[in-house]
């Protein structure tokens, strides 16, 4: 595992949103935007079963997580990663939390009805420039 340093621990745990880079069965990359959390050394993010983005994760094991700075967009880290677990346990409790980080309020399942899964990302490669 990567580990960040102090520098970047401080920017991933800025709330921003990321945008998730994954790829498709024929090559092109495909590119979501999320939410996400950084924790005792993984990146945790939020999904359900049947998205495209997520589908794409657990067939290759990696991805890549972009975060951008909106007030300065010379600020930004590039987060390559692999999925150590995918919980449909977690995923629940772990979208209200992740909405309480972005929103302020529980996740409304109205939005997206769909049973969540937790995935627990370990990043193995860091660049950016958040000076």
Do not use: C
């Not at 920017?11 to 069965?25: C, K, L, N």
């Not at 109205?110 to 950016?128: A, D, F, H």
């Amino acid at each position: 595992m990567t580990e960040l340093s102090t520098k970047m621990k401080n920017f991933v745990a800025e709330v921003m949103p990321a945008v998730v880079g994954t790829r498709r069965r024929n090559g092109s990359v495909q590119m979501n935007p999320i939410w996400y959390e950084y924790s005792d050394g993984y990146f945790w993010l939020n999904s359900w079963r049947t998205s495209d983005w997520m589908r794409h994760v657990e067939r290759d094991g990696d991805v890549t997580l972009f975060l951008l700075d909106p007030n300065d967009v010379g600020r930004w880290a590039q987060v390559q990663g692999r999925l150590v677990e995918a919980s449909d346990e977690h995923g629940a409790a772990h979208i209200d939390k992740l909405s309480m980080r972005y929103t302020g309020h529980p996740y409304d399942y109205r939005y997206n009805p769909r049973p969540r899964v937790r995935l627990q990302i370990e990043p193995v490669r860091i660049t950016g420039s958040i000076d």
